[in-house]
């Protein structure tokens, strides 16, 4: 069965810009939840969906969103990228109850010049 | 409020020798806890998680861990180390008191294996 697929892999954005995302989760997992990752800020949680609703949120300006379809693919945006926006950005699936183990895709790298 | 600490920041080891990465937690309530494994450049593997029961947990690549309550530790172990176990492993506690699929995860420790 596939695990979970991010695209794109690799990209480069100007400061400014926005940027968005793309994951689609182990298929039946409904649970879908974003984390960044910096050498200097190690891995932190941004936001989880379920079921098309947003569930649970970490502490990260408004300039990142969200959002999860029907088919329980998520997308991440990033609004007016400043240049400590460049991470590694993961995403992760999981069945839908707390407790489930959490399945992490590769992650797309983003570079902000 | 909730944390994990590693350490650790970097271990070496020999191959063929044993390995524990040490892991504490902070967590209000009945914690899940988690060891990934992160090669470079690639995203986070599972090697093993305790939800509950036996507190000793086997995972794969001959990992195991053992939850101490009373020490709020989940430390992992391998009794012989392969060269290709070297990468980073990131500790991480969640559970319901943080959300349904919130990790907060440790800084990691990088492993280092030499022949």
């Known amino acids: 069965k596939a695990g979970v697929t991010q695209t794109p892999r690799y990209l480069i954005k100007t400061r400014g810009q926005q940027v968005t995302l793309s994951c689609s989760p182990i298929?039946?997992?409904?649970?879908v939840s974003w984390y960044q990752q910096t050498p200097g800020q190690g891995l932190q949680f941004l936001f989880e969906?379920?079921?098309?609703?947003?569930?649970n949120k970490g502490n990260f300006p408004g300039r990142f969103s969200g959002r999860q379809f029907s088919n329980s693919r998520s997308e991440m945006n990033v609004s007016t990228l400043e240049l400590g926006d460049s991470a590694l950005y993961l995403c992760?699936?999981?069945?839908?109850?707390?407790?489930?183990?959490?399945?992490f895709g590769e992650g797309s790298w983003l570079t902000v010049v | 409020a909730q944390s994990v600490t590693q350490p650790d920041i970097h271990i070496t080891v020999s191959e063929g020798a044993s390995l524990e990465l040490r892991c504490n937690y902070s967590?209000?309530?009945?914690?899940?806890l988690f060891w990934y494994v992160q090669s470079p450049g690639q995203g986070l593997q599972l090697l093993l998680k305790?939800?509950?029961?036996?507190?000793l947990v086997q995972g794969i690549k001959g990992f195991e861990a053992e939850f101490k309550r009373s020490q709020s530790s989940f430390n992992l172990r391998k009794p012989s180390v392969h060269w290709s176990d070297a990468a980073e492993y990131f500790c991480?506690?969640?559970?319901?008191?943080?959300?349904?699929?919130?990790?907060?995860f440790g800084t990691g420790t990088r492993l280092t294996v030499i022949p």
């Open positions: 298929s039946g997992h409904r649970s």
């Open positions: 967590y209000g309530a009945t914690p899940y």
């Open positions: 991480a506690v969640g559970g319901t008191q943080t959300g349904a699929n919130n990790l907060f």
């Open positions: 969906y379920f079921s098309e609703t947003q569930r």
């Open positions: 992760a699936s999981s069945l839908e109850a707390v407790g489930n183990t959490i399945y």
């Open positions: 305790y939800f509950s029961g036996d507190t």
